[in-house]
């Protein structure tokens, strides 16, 4: 259907026995046939004379179109594309359209009425174009409401996710991301109809993490069945969840620590998503629905609080030569991986830094709460030959860096070719006969398989075949020592 948007209604000033018509119009601007789903969600009555909200009980709804005409109550349209009792027009083909005329009446019953002065009433109807004609047995549709705005993802018939989607609010600062590929189930394995994130307006009254301040309200993510009743629901994979902040309201010196979920009576924070820490806006990784919240912590300039309790430092090996290494170099680069500990009274956001003989090589940003243990991994490069200190934080390590010649594997290579020389020598010795019959071996030749039976030769040859291979050897040395007067 193209881009998606709002087509809003405002009627006013309405009274029984007043009716009116809107008409929308969907092309299908795909490559296939489509089949239209529409579901109405989001209703909300309002009372302003404080004897409930009755508007909606006396509005009545009509929906025609190609091939399909309806009448109900606004409550009893489909509140999901998977509903029992779903609305579908189609075939339409690919780049043709088709209009719906939506009709409503304030209901003139010929009774008193005057429970409904005043009220109100507000709904979404949704639009979604699928490939999928009804039943559709074999998909279903999961609608992902972020403050009325909804998002649709498909899903086989055990909730797996057939695509990505990137759900956001009407003004684009909440988002959640569910991955193709990630399942959505509740506690008895059934497909949730709808995922909704809206504001708790409670927190469980459970503390903050120390030295933090909320700066969002708390919010719920909760599934709904299709009867509507509420469901407990788990992500096969990390569903990401970011929350806008108001930058005004976050203190000076201060930034979001990521997303809080409610667990229990304590908040935990969910694994970091990725995403760079700012004062707009904080993210998370979620496997279940539940109360979340935001909370920031100061950054901090001192980082005393932090300690050091496991360092393993890994120098970077390359093997030089070819086809045979002759030597090694170590320590070029390096990464250091380590545990981390926030042994303060407070949580706080640290930049930490790795340095080689004092010199910066690289650093980490660590959003950490009183107690809790982080692992940070860390890398260097461009480190010359001899020997270094690495330090991080109140630890530091020595290592050797530099080219070292693997001599041993160099003199069993010696061997190998001084081997090889004799061979390929005792070979060059043989004549071998023409087709003619042959000749017999000239003075100094020995045939292969036999012994001379001139000593003199035979020492020959051997010598020979021995400065052959130091030659070779010396060539070898002469090569390494140039390379390692090369090396910076």
């Not at 709002?6 to 006013?12: Q, R, S, T």
């Not at 009743?229 to 992500?235: C, G, Q, R």
Request: proline share 6%; net charge negative.
């Amino acid at each position: 259907m193209g881009e998606r948007g709002g087509l809003p209604w405002a009627i006013e000033n309405i009274r029984p026995g007043d009716r009116g018509s809107e008409s929308t119009v969907i092309s299908n601007v795909g490559s296939g046939t489509g089949y239209l789903r529409i579901w109405i969600s989001g209703i909300e009555g309002t009372d302003r004379g404080g004897d409930g909200a009755a508007l909606a009980k006396y509005m009545r709804f009509s929906l025609v179109s190609d091939g399909l005409t309806t009448t109900m109550a606004i409550d009893r349209f489909p509140a999901s594309p998977t509903d029992r009792g779903q609305l579908v027009i189609g075939p339409i083909a690919p780049g043709s359209s088709t209009s719906l005329r939506w009709t409503w009446e304030f209901t003139d019953t010929g009774d008193d009425q005057n429970d409904a002065q005043g009220d109100g009433l507000s709904f979404s109807i949704s639009y979604m174009l699928t490939d999928a004609p009804p039943p559709a047995a074999a998909y279903k549709y999961v609608a992902v409401d972020l403050f009325g705005w909804q998002n649709v993802v498909e899903t086989d018939s055990a909730g797996v996710a057939q695509h990505d989607v990137d759900a956001v609010d009407p003004l684009g600062i909440h988002h959640l991301k569910i991955l193709a590929g990630t399942r959505m189930i509740d506690e008895e394995g059934t497909v949730p109809a709808r995922i909704v994130l809206s504001v708790a307006g409670h927190d469980g009254g459970a503390a903050g993490p120390a030295g933090a301040v909320a700066v969002s309200p708390a919010y719920v993510l909760q599934g709904f069945l299709a009867d509507g009743s509420e469901a407990n629901l788990t992500f096969s994979a990390p569903v990401i969840v970011m929350i806008g902040v108001n930058a005004s309201i976050v203190p000076a010196g201060y930034l979001p620590m990521g997303v809080h979920a409610l667990n229990g009576d304590r908040w935990t924070r969910l694994p970091s998503a990725g995403l760079e820490i700012s004062r707009w806006s904080a993210a998370g990784a979620i496997q279940r629905s539940g109360v979340l919240t935001v909370f920031a912590a100061p950054v901090m300039g001192d980082s005393g609080a932090l300690h050091v309790t496991d360092m393993v430092v890994r120098p970077d090996t390359r093997k030089n030569g070819w086809p045979v290494a002759i030597s090694t170099t170590i320590g070029r680069s390096i990464e250091v991986t380590a545990q981390i500990i926030c042994g303060g009274n407070s949580s706080g956001i640290w930049t930490v830094e790795l340095a080689i003989d004092g010199v910066v090589g690289s650093s980490a940003l660590l959003v950490m709460e009183p107690g809790e243990p982080s692992t940070v991994v860390l890398t260097a490069s461009g480190i010359g030959d001899g020997e270094h200190t690495v330090t991080l934080l109140d630890r530091s390590m020595v290592f050797r860096a530099g080219t070292y010649v693997d001599w041993a594997l160099i003199i069993i290579s010696n061997i190998t070719v001084f081997s090889s020389l004799l061979i390929v020598r005792q070979r060059h010795l043989v004549r071998h006969p023409h087709s003619s019959g042959g000749e017999a071996p000239q003075k100094d030749e020995v045939p292969l398989g036999t012994t001379s039976e001139r000593p003199e030769a035979a020492d020959l040859q051997i010598v020979e075949s021995i400065g052959e291979v130091w030659e070779a050897r010396r060539t070898a040395e002469q090569v390494v020592e140039r390379r390692l007067r090369e090396r910076p």
